[in-house]
């Protein structure tokens, strides 16, 4: 007797494209995943409206992959939609699971985004006022469109999610093995990390690491750098040791720091600052004036300490 | 998972903390919180009746955790940790709120004052709730010491310990014992022969049986921690063959010296290039050989003495090297009494005569008429050769501070008061055996007042010189004090070590190595087989660097943990 | 009724918390506004506390350690003095005021010290007014 095929179901949020690319990145193996599944909803690769999905009963889908973040009132929607009509829903990708690069733009507000985009850049004609509106009166009819938010949300802040898939995107490998995970039935507890390790990347990494102690910041276009090194170690900003691994150590073995994407380990709450404790440590210096010197060195830290996750921080958004 | 039942006791501590608190108030809140069995008010929570209040409550109410909200945890923390033990409760469940020196005693108004006396016992509720118990580890203590140096600070230490019957292994780099005293005449202030004071030291070591004496012989590794080290020492024979030896000993003192200034590196001076200017150590040789004289075996008939010769200017080294002043009069002296003629000159920057019978006996040298110049310390005086015609050899020119005038003086010899300076294998000796220099290369110590002999490694003391300059019986007393200290230990037989200190969670560890070199007392060890890192708990002193600055949260603060600062912050401000 | 700040202070159990106990033996008079918790050095606090401080409810958190030099475990103080400038950094683009968050260094003798810095931090805190990032945050709360 032919098993029931799984009904699953992809979606983007404030999204790149990059995870659902990373989806079909595992190359033939999609095929075997479509020989199991029925993709009842995709927007990058299937045809499918979301009444198609309103019309599905509560728990009808076995799994939606939810990637990119929550910016508007259309992505709380399918969130919210998803979440009642799959029995998982697995948060995918940095976006959906800590608020991804989209986050960054909590350190501005909506109307610094508005005028930036719509009013005030070279590409506008001059004397434009037109920002859009989620609710607009065209000749006695009304126009409604999603609502863009003040805030950038990570797909926890709208629904309960059952498993977080990190990285931007997660590693090929790492998506067909959640993707059997599912098919086998054998996923860990409810709300764990998977597609993941439980240690750092500096685990994975091959580069050797001695005495950590820096006394200048580079980047790396600045230096020549020894690729057998630890790149922290030549003062080439590296986060690998505040990261999960299972990206398979990609940056680093490209001679770049590792960014952050796999999101922090398990029993920190806070990436970024965990990182800057660490990092700020390790400075080389006892003189107040010298370690400001030194970590003038890093151009817009909150930046590349918050990424992937400025929403899943402490304090989440700017308050100004 | 067990049932969590907090006690929670409030101190009126008599009027102290009652007078200005509303301790009904804050009884009242702490006992409507979850997980709150019981919570009583008492006069005096530290009594032996207080103290037995908690003990019984332990018992009878088979209570969990315990707060006391009270005084500092400075004052009565053993107190209550005392009182949870003999209720048969792990000591480490007990939790204390500072309701008195951070509230009833700085706070006049009682409002405020008992909103913040809540807000810190809840914050104590909420934390010991993720107390957990903890126990001291015991090692033992190998009662076998290293001392690293046979000056005089090495012998003494060698002896005070080997007196009290403890096997000692002195290792000395060099064929003979003595160290720098040995190329001493006379000492200062008191004119005592260095020699007897040495001779009387190497019969004794040479004599007693607990001394294992190693000349010729260097530190190679040293590994482990207090109580528990591994020592191996190199020793040349005079056929130049080597042999390694292993040594277990339980403690280490350093006693390495110090090393000379290297006068030739003022140029201005001379030191090198005129044939009658020499160093103090040179001058000792010519008091030791009962000579003093010329290069050209002349009594000299003015003899001038600079101090301060590569100290006290930032151009060398900024420190004071302590002895060379006294040193210097014991020149004076010397010469005056070879030669009650001779013209002696003591040019100086200041008089350092600090210690005991100093300023006596600078007193007596002014008193036999040495004339005193003194100069400013960034304007060196300057020595040049006089003219055939001059009934000397050399003229020195000094801008003299007092008497405000330039004056030039005589001088057929010149001793340089040469300053101490770290040795030059310091380095090499620090990362041997753990232990830090400052910024001139001296060993630090683990407190500059409360604990001289001491260093953050536990087990490693230093005494001497080589921890700054020093004259004698400040490095006695220094080797004196560091043999106390481990006799002190090995007489209690088994180190014990506090319960409190950072672990490591393997499972976690991902061998980034941030870790490693924050540690001022090298208690995390990164093993390259497993690639993670280790703490030592013997060596570890808690105080939480590795456990902030873990970018992973790998490691785990006993005592401090994520858990117990989270539930107090979120406490605060409930 | 004027605002009254809640300020979070981390003090290192060597010097700054036995000097704030030396203000209580010496009864030097502070605002209440200020509660302590203590760690045994300086070295101990992340970053990442004085966020959650923050996000808790705290109007301006206080962090206290040994002057430099003196650190009872010898170096702790020079990790609190390496992470301050860029925790600074993060909460001003966070848009946190600059005098909510401050680093000093107090001896177990500066009592008085400790109760100047408390009193005038208290103030600066209190001109600047609530923080809000707490109510801030619940408001922001999507209704699932």
Not at chain 2, 334 to 363: Q, R, T, W
Request: aromatic letters at 6%; a negative charge; one cysteine or more.
């Amino acid at each position: 007797m032919a098993a029931k095929k799984l009904q699953i179901a992809l979606y983007w949020g404030a999204a790149c494209g990059g995870c659902d690319v990373a989806v079909l990145d595992t190359n033939e193996f999609i095929l075997d995943v479509a020989a199991v599944a029925d993709v009842r909803f995709w927007p990058i690769a299937v045809d499918g409206k979301y009444a198609d999905v309103e019309a599905m009963a509560d728990g009808e889908l076995d799994l939606a992959l939810f990637d990119g973040a929550v910016r508007n009132s259309e992505n709380e929607h399918v969130a919210k939609l998803l979440r009642a009509k799959s029995k998982v829903l697995v948060a995918f990708g940095s976006c959906a699971h800590m608020g991804g690069i989209p986050g960054l733009a909590n350190l501005v507000t909506k109307d610094e985004i508005l005028a930036t985009a719509y009013l005030a850049n070279a590409s506008i004609e001059p004397g434009s006022q037109t920002i859009p509106h989620a609710r607009s009166n065209v000749d006695g009819m009304t126009l409604e469109i999603p609502t863009f938010y003040r805030r950038v949300y990570r797909l926890s802040d709208v629904v309960d999610v059952d498993y977080f898939v990190p990285g931007c995107p997660p590693a090929p490998d790492q998506v067909k093995a959640v993707l059997l995970a599912v098919v086998k039935g054998e996923l860990p507890q409810r709300g764990s990390v998977v597609g993941a390790s439980e240690r750092a990347v500096c685990d994975d990494c091959k580069r050797t690491k001695s005495e950590k102690k820096v006394r200048s910041f580079h980047r790396p276009f600045e230096v020549i750098q020894d690729s057998s090194k630890c790149l922290l170690e030549q003062g080439i900003l590296c986060m690998g040791s505040a990261t999960r691994s299972g990206c398979g150590v990609r940056c680093p073995n490209s001679n770049q720091g590792c960014r952050g994407c796999y999101g922090p380990l398990a029993g920190v709450s806070d990436q970024g600052a965990k990182f800057l404790s660490a990092l700020a440590s390790i400075v080389d210096s006892k003189d107040p004036k010298e370690i400001e010197q030194i970590l003038d060195g890093l151009p817009d830290f909150t930046s590349f300490a918050y990424r992937f996750g400025l929403p899943a921080s402490t304090l989440q958004r700017s308050y100004r | 998972m067990e049932e969590i039942k907090i006690g929670v006791f409030i101190c009126n501590c008599g009027t102290n903390i009652a007078h200005h608190v509303d301790l009904d108030a804050v009884l009242e809140a702490a006992a409507a919180m979850p997980g709150v069995a019981v919570a009583r008010s008492y006069r005096y929570m530290c009594s032996n009746p207080g103290q037995e209040m908690i003990a019984r409550d332990i018992r009878e109410q088979q209570l969990n955790r315990v707060v006391v909200a009270a005084c500092s945890p400075r004052m009565h923390e053993k107190t209550f940790r005392g009182a949870c033990r003999n209720g048969g409760l792990n000591p480490y469940l007990c939790e204390m709120a500072n309701i008195r020196e951070q509230c009833s005693w700085v706070h006049s108004d009682r409002l405020a004052a008992t909103e913040k006396a809540k807000a810190l016992t809840s914050a104590a509720i909420r934390r010991v709730w993720h107390h957990e118990p903890l126990e001291s580890l015991t090692a033992e203590m190998c009662p076998a010491t290293l001392v690293i140096g046979g000056g005089i600070a090495g012998l003494t230490a060698a002896l005070e310990l080997a007196d009290a019957a403890h096997q000692v292994y002195l290792v000395e780099r060099t064929a003979a014992l003595g160290g720098n005293l040995a190329r001493v005449d006379l000492t200062a202030p008191h004119l005592d022969s260095a020699r007897d004071l040495l001779t009387e030291r190497f019969t004794r070591v040479g004599e007693n049986p607990w001394i294992t004496l190693m000349l010729n012989s260097e530190l190679q590794s040293l590994a482990g921690y207090v109580g528990n080290f591994a020592a191996v020492v190199r020793t040349k024979s005079d056929d130049d063959t080597v042999q390694e030896r292993k040594i277990d000993v339980g403690n280490v003192v350093v006693a390495t010296g110090y090393k000379e200034f290297n006068a030739d590196r003022i140029t201005h001076y001379g030191h090198g290039k005129l044939p009658n200017v020499v160093t103090s150590f040179e001058f000792e040789q010519m008091l030791r050989k009962g000579r003093i004289e010329t290069r050209d075996g002349r009594l000299p008939q003015y003899v001038a003495i600079i101090h301060c010769v590569g100290s006290r200017n930032k151009e060398f080294h900024g420190y004071c090297s302590r002895v060379c002043c006294m040193t210097a009069l014991k020149y004076a002296h010397e010469l005056k009494s070879a030669n009650p003629a001779c013209y002696v000159s003591d040019i100086y920057v200041d008089m350092h005569a600090f210690g005991k019978g100093h300023e006596d006996f600078y007193k007596h040298t002014s008193e036999v008429k040495t004339l005193f110049l003194m100069f400013d310390k960034n304007e060196r005086p300057v020595i040049r050769m006089a003219d055939p015609s001059d009934d000397c050899e050399m003229l020195i020119e000094v801008n003299e501070t007092l008497s405000r005038e330039r004056i030039e003086i005589p001088a057929d010899l010149v001793i340089l008061m040469v300053g101490m300076e770290a040795r030059a294998d310091s380095g090499e000796v620090a990362r041997l055996v753990n232990i830090s220099q400052d910024k001139d290369g001296w060993f630090m110590e683990s407190h500059p007042k409360l604990d001289p002999v001491a260093t953050t490694t536990d087990g490693i003391y230093i005494a001497g010189t080589c921890a700054a300059p020093k004259d004698i019986p400040d490095t006695v007393a220094q080797a004196r004090a560091a043999a106390a200290r481990i006799l002190g230990k090995i007489a209690k037989g088994k180190i014990e070590i506090d319960g409190v200190f950072a672990e490591v969670r393997d499972d976690r560890c991902s061998g980034c190595r941030m870790c490693n070199e924050l540690c001022p007392y090298s208690a995390i060890e990164f093993h390259l087989d497993t690639k993670r890192s280790q703490v030592i708990p013997a060596a570890c002193k808690a105080c939480g660097a590795c456990v902030a600055a873990c970018p992973s949260g790998a490691i785990k603060g006993r005592h401090f943990t994520m858990e117990q600062l989270h539930a107090q912050i979120d406490g605060v401000l409930a | 009724m004027s605002f009254e700040p809640k300020i979070v202070g981390f003090l290192c159990n060597w010097c700054s918390y036995t000097g704030a106990d030396l203000a209580g033996t010496s009864r030097i008079q502070y605002p209440p506004n200020i509660r302590v918790i203590r760690v045994m050095c300086s070295a101990r606090i992340e970053p990442e506390f004085v966020l959650r401080a923050l996000a808790a409810g705290a109007d301006g958190v206080l962090i206290c350690g040994c002057h430099p030099g003196d650190c009872h475990y010898s170096e702790g103080n020079y990790k609190a003095m390496r992470r301050y400038p860029l925790l600074k950094t993060l909460l001003k683009d966070y848009g946190v005021d600059d005098d909510r968050v401050r680093l000093e260094w107090v001896s177990a003798s500066e009592g008085q010290r400790f109760a100047d810095i408390v009193i005038d931090m208290t103030e600066r805190v209190r001109a600047l007014g609530p923080l809000r990032i707490k109510t801030d945050l619940q408001a922001d709360a999507v209704e699932r």
